[in-house]
């Protein structure tokens, strides 16, 4: 990927000047001019409404690969905390640079978030890179996009991670489509082919009817999203530290087309994310219709957790999308999760079966889940989940 400049086609407007990230563009006899401080990010290129800034991209197999070093996580926080995804994709991240023998680093993004670095460091990240503005407060397709394409040109990472959460499948993408990088979307396997040191990830297709493996042979970095709850995250070590590398970026606000005007957060229902949530009680088709869903409820209040469902209960329109559990819903590794009368089909317990524990209740002895739980208990879930409800509630 490269920027070229039209001489002829550029006018002096300012424009690029604003959007450059770095500080690399100098208007001379009202001309831009960039110098040595750019890093091709393209931020330049997506603000010139005269054509005089170009991003050429190349899409054949002529990146030099040995340029490219180390793997990168992209951490994500939200209100001063991390999500929980940037843990979990630590702990992987530690496990495939340790087999790569490279650097594992964090890049934080953000206003005022310096001191947030040391959990990173805490949970496996040797180094962090640190970009500050206020234009970064609140996430943004188009100031993060250029920011984090410009890091990725200068320092080469040869692999960066990024959580498949909504924020995350709209910045990866991005970032990839402006480097002519690789992107595969949604993995939930991941690890290195030593020969060839590549990324080989892993996702579902076809509806999760298959799992497909896919490389990036030629094109740098590797870029994956990965799901949230499939990776397991380190037990955080504070006395773990790292260096610190902050990115000097100068952002403009006249530059940036989107607005953040309110910040709103409201749970669905009042219910706990899924993905954030220690205990989960999911329901399945075994409930026989929508009310006895109150059961499940009652059992996940009692517990302090949260309510989950198989898609089979989703697809009968009993309970809304966003608490399907499984490959084509969520995926969750709570301390606990209690699966009543969910037989256990493969997409179901692919999205829950690193939970923790996992009680199931069926009247089926012979239900698949009944193969992955710690405790199975067969019989009459409607007999079995009040009378649990009811002890807790004596107990607590």
Same mark, same amino acid.
């Given at each position: ?27 001379? *006899? ?16 997506? &603000?010139? @409404? ?39 994709? #630590? ?49 943004? @397709? ?6 984090? &394409? ?12 990024? &959580? ?60 994956? @999203? ?49 993905? *954030? ?25 009692? #517990? ?48 829950? &079966? ?43």
């Amino acid at each position: 990927m490269a920027v070229r400049l039209i001489i002829d086609n550029c006018t002096g407007c300012k424009l690029c000047l604003r959007a450059c990230p770095y500080g690399a563009i100098d208007i001379i *006899d009202d001309k831009a001019q960039f110098d040595d401080n750019c890093t091709q990010c393209g931020a330049c290129a997506a &603000s010139c @409404t005269f054509d005089a800034i170009l991003l050429e991209t190349s899409y054949t197999p002529d990146v030099d690969v040995d340029q490219y070093r180390g793997l990168w996580v992209v951490a994500e926080h939200l209100h001063d905390q991390f999500r929980r995804g940037t843990f979990e994709l #630590l702990g992987e991240g530690r496990r495939l640079a340790d087999k790569l023998g490279v650097e594992l680093a964090a890049v934080l993004l953000g206003e005022g978030v310096a001191d947030m670095a040391k959990g990173l460091f805490a949970h496996g990240a040797d180094r962090v890179y640190l970009a500050q503005d206020p234009v970064l407060a609140h996430y943004r @397709t188009g100031p993060y996009t250029d920011v984090l &394409s410009g890091m990725i040109n200068q320092h080469k990472p040869e692999i960066v991670l990024v &959580s498949a959460t909504p924020q995350g499948r709209d910045l990866a993408p991005r970032v990839a489509a402006r480097l002519s990088a690789g992107l595969t979307a949604d993995c939930t396997g991941l690890d290195i082919d030593d020969e060839e040191r590549l990324l080989v990830q892993t996702r579902p297709a076809f509806g999760g009817n298959l799992m497909a493996t896919i490389i990036s042979r030629h094109a740098r970095p590797q870029m994956a @999203t990965v799901r949230p709850g499939v990776m397991k995250a380190l037990d955080p070590d504070p006395s773990r530290t790292g260096e610190i590398v902050e990115i000097a970026v100068h952002l403009d606000e006249r530059s940036v087309i989107a607005k953040v005007v309110e910040t709103v957060q409201q749970e669905a229902d009042g219910q706990v994310n899924l993905q *954030d949530a220690d205990i989960i009680v999911s329901g399945g088709r075994g409930l026989g219709k929508p009310e006895h869903f109150a059961l499940i409820r009652e059992l996940a209040e009692a #517990l302090g957790g949260a309510v989950g469902a198989s898609r089979a209960a989703v697809d009968a329109g009993w309970i809304p999308a966003y608490h399907q559990v499984g490959q084509t819903g969520r995926t969750v590794q709570p301390k606990l999760y209690i699966a009543c009368g969910i037989s256990g089909a493969v997409q179901h317990l692919a999205g829950m &079966s690193t939970a923790d524990c996992i009680v199931a209740i069926n009247k089926d002895p012979a239900a698949p889940v009944f193969n992955i739980a710690t405790y199975s208990i067969v019989g009459d879930l409607f007999e079995i989940v009040p009378a649990l409800t009811k002890k807790l509630r004596e107990v607590r």
